[in-house]
């Protein structure tokens, strides 16, 4: 274990304990969102057929052209024809609709038409003019968007290879949560069943299971026996702190968990922890303030599942610090800001246990160690920005 890591070597130990899940075959209608497990290549010639970019006549030759209806033109032939229709054999051109004119079965240029016009293959799309057989549609790794659905169904697949999503299990710990109406003094409504779920799927995981557990030991160590092993990641939430009403360190610990993070240098969200347990599922316990869970989420889950899913951690980009923000003497700052032209400003309401500046934020300033003035610096943009 790795006493107390920087923010950024905390991400890294994160990513380097995940390895990417199997892959599983699931049908375009399943695919949006997933991540490419193989490349997806063409099952045939796009278009597969030369058809017609207008609508108007398929011509053979110099005009005036004879309507034919034929689908096989000699010179000086001519058949109607409506965009993406089969362009018949011996076409030479199309003739677009607003530049002919059909009297007494013979098409003939209207004055607007330029002479000679159609050209050889005007308004003639031929086949495989947007991908060859075999040629790759979509690379390995990338992120399936609605174009590229319909980019694999143009190359004649119905499914494709995904890399399985991982599976989440929350256990969320408090006795002071409450789940619905007005909190009491010492009572807090409970943000994290709607948030957490929300942003781990919108990292390419899923929740597939919620459990509460009372602030014991005991039920602590209860609650996680209780889900089970059919999840490939353990968010354990509150309970990570050192007070008396703190177990989860020790609940992880009866329970073999070997620890890979035991705390992170960063404000807010440093009692983040990562366990590896025993049968080899990872565990990440994030603090029980909203804004510092969130914080310590984008530390360690956020990478955590990219090595899961086979993929590369999101990266920093370079931005500047629009007012001098001092940070922590020992520790990575983490400030939710707005982006705005590769400028940061930071929000307003910043404390670990705040959620409004991070609802209105964009990305997250990352401070080093130490007072710095406004200029150069980065950020992590959120997730779901």
Known sequence: MTARPSWASAREIA???AHALATEEVRLADALGRRLATDVTSAQDIPHYASSAMDGWAVAGPGPWRLTGSQHLDDGGATVIATGGVVPAGTTGVLRREFGSVEAGLLRRTADAAEGEPGPGTHVR?????????????????????????VAAAGGHDSVSVVTRPRVALVLTGDEVVDTGLPLP?????????????????LGARVVSTVRARDTLADTVAALGRIGAAHDLVVITGGTGLS???????????????FLVDSVAMRPGSPSMLARLPDGRLAVALPGNPLAAVMGLLTLIDPLIAGLLGAPPRELMEVRSAQPVRGHPTATLLAPCVLVGGVAETTQWRGSG???GLADATAVLVVPPGNRESGSTYALPLPWC
């Not at 409504?189 to 779920?197: A, G, H, I």
């Open 126 to 150: 031929p086949a495989g003019t947007e991908a060859a057989t075999g040629d790759v549609l979509i690379t390995a790794g990338t992120v399936i968007n609605p174009v590229h659905l319909a």
């Open 15 to 17: 990513r380097d304990a």
């Open 244 to 258: 008396d009403a703190d177990h989860v360190r020790a609940a992880l610990g009866e329970l073999g968990a070997t």
């Open 354 to 356: 705040m959620l409004r």
């Open 186 to 202: 010492g009572q807090v409504r409970d943000s994290f069943r709607y948030q957490l779920p929300a942003i781990i799927d919108g």
